[in-house]
């Protein structure tokens, strides 16, 4: 870069970071790719700009951009109220996975519940361990399930049980297939999550059991949340209830990570 054009730069900065804390204030993340073509700049200006802003407190990185600070995983209830009818069919696309007899895992989560809810309605004899508190109240009263809540610590936000407990439980049983929630999905096509511990236990799923495929609704795609999953292209798949568009559908394909969606 010329003297010139460096100095111009230095000039522009203060504009960029001014915006990039109002985009970040208004919605709570920002992806390094949508500010780089905002501004049109390179990734890499945006790389300095948010770890400049970051070393001053006034914002969070993360995998693919940044987050404000107060950017946590909303309450189980609040949860529950975001596109419910996405989740409904995503439940209805995942017990078409399932068979009579299989050993299936369901993680905490609203998603994984409406699962479990087609699940009972399959009518199949199933066995389903789950950490989800809500999931193993609704499972236990199925005359058709087998219901086995796997231990460690409650987490209050998430309802569930967390820590090393869960994936240790897990190696009692010989889990056929796996549903996994997640945080969100980055515009580069990784599943993230809020949460270091949510992360590590959802990778080392994958590595656990047969087959494992992420559950996640359309409002999922291009949200940024703090940690990546690290292992989430190993997964079978991604179910959710609306085809991706633009970018993210080619960064998918690319990938050749598997898409299951509700038909038009």
Same mark, same amino acid.
């Given at each position: /870069?010329? &003297? *010139?054009?460096?100095?111009? *730069? @230095?000039?522009?900065?203060?504009?960029? #970071?001014?915006?990039?804390?109002?985009?970040?204030?208004?919605?709570? *993340?920002?992806?390094?790719?949508?500010?780089?073509?905002?501004?049109?700049?390179?990734?890499?200006?945006? @790389?300095?700009?948010?770890?400049?802003?970051?070393?001053?407190?006034?914002?969070?990185?993360? #995998?693919?951009?940044?987050? @404000? %600070?107060?950017?946590? &995983?909303?309450?189980?209830?609040? @949860?529950?109220?975001?596109?419910?009818?996405?989740?409904?069919?995503?439940?209805? =696309?995942?017990?078409?996975?399932?068979?009579?007899? /299989?050993?299936? %895992?369901?993680?905490?989560?609203?998603?994984?519940?409406?699962?479990?809810?087609?699940?009972?309605?399959?009518?199949?004899?199933?066995?389903?361990? $789950?950490? *989800?508190?809500? =999931?193993?109240?609704?499972?236990?009263?199925?005359?058709? =399930?087998? $219901? #086995? =809540?796997?231990?460690?610590?409650?987490?209050?936000?998430?309802?569930?049980?967390?820590?090393?407990?869960?994936? #240790?439980?897990?190696?009692?049983?010989?889990?056929?297939?796996?549903?996994?929630?997640?945080?969100?999905?980055?515009?580069?096509?990784?599943?993230?999550? %809020?949460?270091?511990?949510?992360?590590?236990?959802?990778?080392?799923? +994958?590595?656990?059991?047969? $087959?494992?495929?992420?559950?996640?609704?359309?409002?999922?795609?291009?949200?940024?949340?703090? /940690?990546? +999953?690290?292992?989430? !292209?190993?997964?079978?798949?991604? +179910? $959710?209830?609306?085809?991706?568009?633009?970018?993210?559908?080619?960064?998918?394909?690319?990938?050749? /990570? !598997?898409?299951?969606? &509700?038909?038009?």
């Amino acid at each position: /870069m010329s &003297e *010139s054009n460096s100095q111009v *730069s @230095r000039t522009l900065a203060p504009r960029r #970071h001014g915006e990039i804390l109002r985009r970040i204030a208004s919605d709570g *993340s920002a992806s390094i790719a949508d500010l780089a073509a905002f501004f049109d700049v390179s990734r890499e200006t945006i @790389r300095r700009d948010l770890k400049y802003l970051a070393d001053k407190g006034q914002l969070e990185l993360i #995998h693919g951009g940044a987050v @404000r %600070f107060d950017t946590l &995983e909303p309450g189980l209830s609040e @949860r529950s109220r975001e596109n419910a009818e996405g989740k409904d069919a995503i439940g209805e =696309i995942a017990a078409g996975l399932v068979g009579e007899g /299989m050993v299936v %895992f369901l993680d905490s989560g609203t998603t994984t519940l409406a699962v479990a809810h087609a699940l009972a309605a399959s009518r199949l004899n199933l066995t389903i361990c $789950t950490s *989800s508190l809500a =999931i193993a109240l609704f499972l236990c009263h199925q005359p058709n =399930i087998r $219901t #086995h =809540i796997l231990g460690g610590e409650v987490d209050r936000q998430d309802e569930a049980t967390v820590g090393m407990d869960v994936l #240790h439980a897990v190696d009692r049983f010989q889990i056929d297939v796996a549903f996994l929630g997640g945080g969100g999905i980055s515009p580069d096509g990784d599943v993230t999550d %809020f949460t270091t511990s949510g992360s590590l236990l959802r990778s080392q799923m +994958i590595s656990k059991v047969q $087959t494992a495929y992420f559950v996640l609704d359309s409002s999922k795609f291009g949200r940024l949340t703090p /940690m990546k +999953i690290a292992n989430s !292209r190993n997964a079978a798949g991604v +179910i $959710t209830d609306k085809k991706p568009k633009g970018e993210l559908l080619d960064v998918f394909a690319d990938k050749g /990570m !598997r898409l299951l969606f &509700e038909k038009p």
